[in-house]
């Protein structure tokens, strides 16, 4: 039952991160709501591997290791891209991004 | 009674009367109780000890400071003005607490809460004396950093919630710092895992147990590359902790207060109790890594206890932060960076490699020679090609903030 | 209120411990949604640490705790260092909105927060159903031996079984730093 809630825990997390990426206008929101879902997907390996039957393999560990670098390097060149966009359209709503000339 | 086994043998001692006095009563104390009031006292303890070496601190700093400047310093309350903390206290306790009406209230009032809640967290890996660690982590040093982590956060959160110009730039300055500083000195630190292939401070102070010739002790600060990593997390301490010649943060005459402006009163203590607790305690960490910890440095002064030893070098590297603070003038902010980014972060690679090279010619004599060269051939080109400058009158270089 | 009592002491203690992951799990959770529903970005941005702080103390209750810590240090330390400064950098321009929600209400927009929250609310349910559902993870139990990862074990797995991910990491991050900073660049013509 213990896995079940913490599933459970990191589904509903993944939910709150999908409501902030499908719901917010704002690019950073969008982001935010980037970072939660990755943050539930470490949950994720981290109870499986509490609960597998070979825990010293240390897989669940390896995988929520490198998701966080990869959720940091992606952070950084997502806020780069944001800060960019906002010096050409003076914001950072997704809404007004929607020509593709530059 | 032995020396050494004093704060543990006081504390037992304490464990036992209360056994006796619930003894005394009728009850009998469960297991845990007796953890959780050993835990207690272990705790306060360890804040005491660090909220006295704070008020201790803040006097000598300013007498240190004025007998530099050839003045006295505060000598009026008390004898010889040791009692000045205590004025300040209470001097702090009374005044007004003002909050500026545009200010975010929630934010303005948890910034200081999340400053001192880490600083006071940082203390309780170190090792104060032979298997005297409140908290024996296998990960010490990562959590050491993490909390660090914290810090810049309360800088951000006392910058923005008080709707000031001059807050927000100087919380800007002190993040961009404070992160830029980050990095040398986790590299630093990363140099001593290494070689003591352990993250625990209780491992890495045993690692540097031991004399060669009779005399010389084995502290990581004596090899080529933990001098070099030693200076950079020196270095890398006080720029974390914001003091001179880093602390453009706090810088009086130019932002007011930086991020502080806006706070007075309770707030503005704890602000300066985290950041003196935070110095105290990554000095601890310095002591730890590269100076041994608790161990003595010479084999005839082993009988002065190893808390004691910890303690005399602690208030040592605190004594030289505090002289380097009426020596150097401050930095400015993209001298500030470029030394960070240009200098000491390829710097602590170097030591890094000058580390492995040591470990991987075999740790002999021959070892110590390449480690060195690793250091210096870098070190000399560095300092050739990218700090000096050609001074002369008609192709002078200015820097202009833009 | 003796048998009160005694029905409290009753309760399995001991069993305790086990069960106090649900204390920042449920912080979490609430951080997170204060974090989605705020319209102060510098509020969500905070509430969204507090969200990463409560799940590194989860990865620690798990026993994970190199994870937990490195949880801390990059997640608090750097991507939420990254987001307020981006949010500072990045100021909304006139404030197009009043204070009457109502005047800015915009059915097409409305129409999307809608979707979207109903996407999100499937999504949950679907993934609720998945666990409750699984036979495996219904019938999970603890190892025998307490799942630990002492620090040494995983520097060994990384220099060893994951090398080639950990050198594609070197590169990646390396790739993302310069990308970073040419991509915010400032252009020096104009």
């Known amino acids: 039952m213990m896995l079940q809630i913490l599933l459970a825990l990191s589904a509903a997390l993944f939910a709150l991160g999908l409501l902030a990426a499908l719901t917010r206008r704002n690019a950073i929101m969008i982001l935010i709501g980037i970072e939660l879902m990755l943050g539930a997907g470490n949950l994720n390996f981290i109870s499986f591997w509490k609960f597998s039957a070979h825990p010293e393999n240390l897989t669940g560990i390896m995988f929520a290791i490198f998701s ?23 914001s950072v709503d997704v809404d007004q991004a929607n020509q593709l000339k530059g | 009674m032995n020396l050494e086994n004093l704060p543990i043998a006081s504390k037992q001692a304490l464990l036992d009367a209360l056994q006796w006095c619930s003894a005394k009563v009728g009850l009998t104390l469960p297991e845990w109780l007796l953890g959780l009031v050993s835990a207690l006292v272990i705790i306060v303890t360890i804040l005491a000890t660090f909220l006295i070496l704070f008020a201790l601190m803040s006097v000598f700093e300013r007498k240190l400071l004025a007998r530099a400047q050839n003045r006295y310093g505060p ?30 209230k929630v934010v303005h009032y948890l910034a200081p809460i999340a400053m001192v809640a880490p600083a006071l967290m940082l203390p309780v890996i170190l090792p104060y004396g032979r298997d005297m660690v409140a908290v024996d982590l296998p990960v010490g040093i990562l959590f050491f950093f993490a909390l660090g982590a914290g810090s810049e956060l309360a800088v951000f959160m006392a910058g923005w919630a008080s709707n000031n110009k001059y807050s927000i730039l100087g919380a800007m300055r002190a993040i961009a710092q404070m992160i830029s500083y980050e990095l040398p000195l986790v590299t630093s630190a990363v140099v001593v895992a290494l070689v003591a292939g352990t993250l625990s401070p209780a491992v890495i102070v045993e690692a540097q147990r031991g004399y060669s010739y009779g005399f010389v002790p084995h502290w990581f600060v004596c090899t080529p590359w933990g001098f070099a990593a030693c200076l950079l997390f020196y270095l890398g301490a006080l720029a974390e902790s914001n003091r001179c010649p880093f602390d453009l943060p706090e810088g009086e005459s130019e932002i007011i207060a930086g991020h502080l402006t806006e706070y007075s009163g309770f707030k503005y203590a704890i602000f300066f109790m985290a950041e003196y607790v935070g110095m105290f305690a990554i000095n601890g960490l310095l002591v730890t890594l590269f100076l041994g910890g608790y161990q003595a440095p010479f084999p005839f002064l082993e009988w002065i206890p190893s808390w004691c030893w910890f303690f005399a070098k602690l208030w040592a590297v605190a004594l030289s932060m505090v002289w380097v603070r009426t020596t150097l003038p401050r930095f400015r902010i993209d001298q500030m960076m470029q030394f960070a980014w240009k200098f000491m972060l390829p710097m602590s690679f170097v030591a890094l490699l000058a580390a492995a090279a040591w470990h991987y010619a075999g740790r002999g004599p021959a070892a110590w020679g390449i480690s060195a060269l690793v250091i210096l051939i870098p070190y000399l080109l560095l300092g050739h090609f990218c700090f000096t400058r050609q001074h002369s009158a008609t192709n002078r270089r200015y820097y202009y903030s833009e | ?91 909304a321009g006139e404030v197009l909105a009043s204070n009457n929600p109502l005047r800015n209400f915009r059915l097409s927009s409305a129409l999307h927060a809608a979707a979207g929250a109903a996407v999100a609310f499937l999504v949950l349910v679907g993934l609720l159903a998945a666990i409750a559902f699984s036979p495996r993870a219904a019938s999970a139990v603890l190892p025998a031996q307490a799942a630990a990862a002492p620090v040494a074990l995983i520097g060994e797995n990384l220099l060893t079984h994951t090398l080639l991910p950990l050198l594609g990491i070197a590169v990646l991050l390396t790739a993302a730093l310069v990308g970073a900073a040419l991509i915010a660049k400032e252009d020096s013509q104009s």
């Open chain 1, 68 to 90: 966080i670098a990869i959720a940091a390097a992606e952070a950084a060149v997502g806020l780069a891209i944001i800060i960019q966009v906002h010096r050409r359209l003076h």
């Open chain 3, 1 to 91: 209120m003796h048998a009160l009592f005694q029905k409290i002491a009753s309760l399995p203690w001991e069993q305790l411990p086990q069960w106090l992951f649900l204390i920042p799990g449920l912080l979490m959770l609430l951080a997170a949604a204060a974090a989605v529903c705020l319209r102060n970005l510098v509020h969500s941005a905070l509430c969204l640490v507090a969200s990463f702080i409560a799940l590194g103390v989860l990865f620690m209750a798990l026993g994970a705790e190199f994870v937990g810590f490195v949880q801390l240090l990059v997640y608090v330390g750097a991507v939420a260092m990254l987001i307020l400064f981006a949010i500072l950098l990045t100021p």
């Open chain 2, 75 to 104: 000598n009026r309350v008390g004898p010889c003005g040791l009692f000045q903390p205590v004025a300040d206290g209470i001097k702090m306790l009374t005044k007004e607490d003002l909050v500026p009406r545009s200010a975010d």
